[in-house]
């Protein structure tokens, strides 16, 4: 059974820092401080998952206006191809419902392709090819990624301004 146990304090949310320190790339993720202080925001929720007694991942979700946006998802190596990634989706999508996620182009190789496809299996559809995610901070690159959804959305810059102004604080017109 997977179940999801919101972390609320940074000694928690500092155990995880490492395993997504050591999965995002440095462009794709924020520095220990700002990670550290997503404990603060009320509309941020950190979820440790949990396959039975086992810890096998984390999360982070946003609550924005009509949906939640998974900014960031991993299942442990030690857990991976047990279709727990799946499951844990399933389960979000139960208790969320809309949610919207970035993913790296299939172009950039057979994992990324891996990813999308993974996504496309479990309910989610590209509804954006051009997005371009803003930059975590000084030193670190805006790149471009697809726009996931498990629903249908009418206008995507509607839901990427969302985006652009909660969770990388930066407006983009």
């Given amino acids: 059974m997977i179940w999801f146990e919101e972390l609320q304090t940074r000694k928690k949310l500092s155990r995880i820092f490492s395993a997504y320190e050591s999965t995002f790339p440095e462009d794709e993720r924020r520095d220990k401080d ?17 396959s039975d007694d086992d810890f096998v991942g984390y ?11 998974l900014e960031h998802f991993e299942v442990f190596e030690e857990f991976r191809n047990l279709k727990l990634g799946s499951q844990i989706l399933s389960e979000l999508q139960e208790k969320f419902g809309n949610i919207v996620l970035e993913s790296e182009p299939n172009s950039l190789g057979e994992l990324a392709e891996r990813r999308i496809n993974f996504y496309v299996r479990n309910g989610f559809s590209v509804i954006s090819e051009e997005y371009i995610q803003p930059s975590y901070g000084a030193g670190k690159n805006a790149i471009r990624l697809f726009l996931l959804s498990n ?23």
């Fill in 34 to 50: 700002q990670f550290l202080s997503l404990i603060e925001n009320p509309d941020c929720f950190i979820f440790a998952v949990k």
């Fill in 59 to 69: 999360l982070i979700l946003w609550k924005l206006e009509d949906f939640y946006f």
């Fill in 151 to 173: 629903y249908a959305i009418a206008e995507v810059k509607a839901i990427q301004n969302q985006i652009f102004s909660k969770v990388y604080l930066f407006q983009k017109t």
